[in-house]
């Protein structure tokens, strides 16, 4: 299986760099071929331009800045997004990576009436997510509603593939996180990917 794993997170130290190192490790000893797109190492630019935006609905979108990255998205059968929440929300670079390649010709089209989105990502089998938040668990669920899970199951995966199995498991509380607990938040990501 061809699998985009896309990493945010600006430092190579990070927790989340050792996560997707776990995602990558796990995949490759199943045979999958792996495609890490390292967003910060490969300095991405998540800001979306005024030829982007005004392409967006003319049925010719502009994919001139960033084609091979629009590619890479369209020949995945799954996609591993790896970062942690900020303030309830992913890293800007990542939200610039979604903005500027979940386009209309790649990820979805509209329909005939212009108002439907009609899903085009159609290799795409699993869309998981694995993060990190400094926040406990209920304060994400209960109080903000889980705003990232949303955002990514019914605003992104439910739009753009069909029948796509969205995963989403996060590590609460990181910034009182033991050595322990983070080993034991890493085997169980490499327990899960070895499933895939």
Request: charged fraction near 25%.
């Amino acid at each position: 299986m061809r699998v985009l794993v896309v990493l945010a997170h600006p430092l190579q130290e990070s927790f989340a760099a050792s996560i997707s190192r776990t995602v990558v490790s796990a995949l490759e000893t199943k045979g999958h071929k792996i495609d890490l797109l390292d967003l910060y190492a490969e300095n991405f630019d998540p800001r979306l331009t005024s030829s982007e935006r005004a392409s967006y609905m003319t049925g010719s979108y502009d994919l001139t800045e960033i084609a091979p990255y629009a590619e890479r998205l369209k020949a995945a059968e799954a996609l591993i997004l790896v970062f942690p929440q900020w303030w309830f929300n992913m890293p800007a670079i990542l939200k610039g990576f979604i903005d500027r390649t979940f386009v209309p010709g790649t990820a979805f089209d509209y329909d005939d009436a212009g108002i439907k989105l009609v899903p085009k990502l159609d290799r795409l089998r699993h869309f998981w997510v694995f993060s990190t938040t400094g926040s406990p668990w209920w304060v994400v669920t209960f109080y903000m509603g889980d705003p990232v899970r949303r955002i990514l199951k019914r605003g992104i995966a439910a739009f753009c593939g069909k029948r796509v199995d969205f995963r989403m498991t996060c590590l609460h509380n990181m910034d009182d996180t033991t050595q322990d607990s983070r080993t034991r938040f890493l085997d169980r990501v490499r327990g899960l990917v070895s499933g895939l």
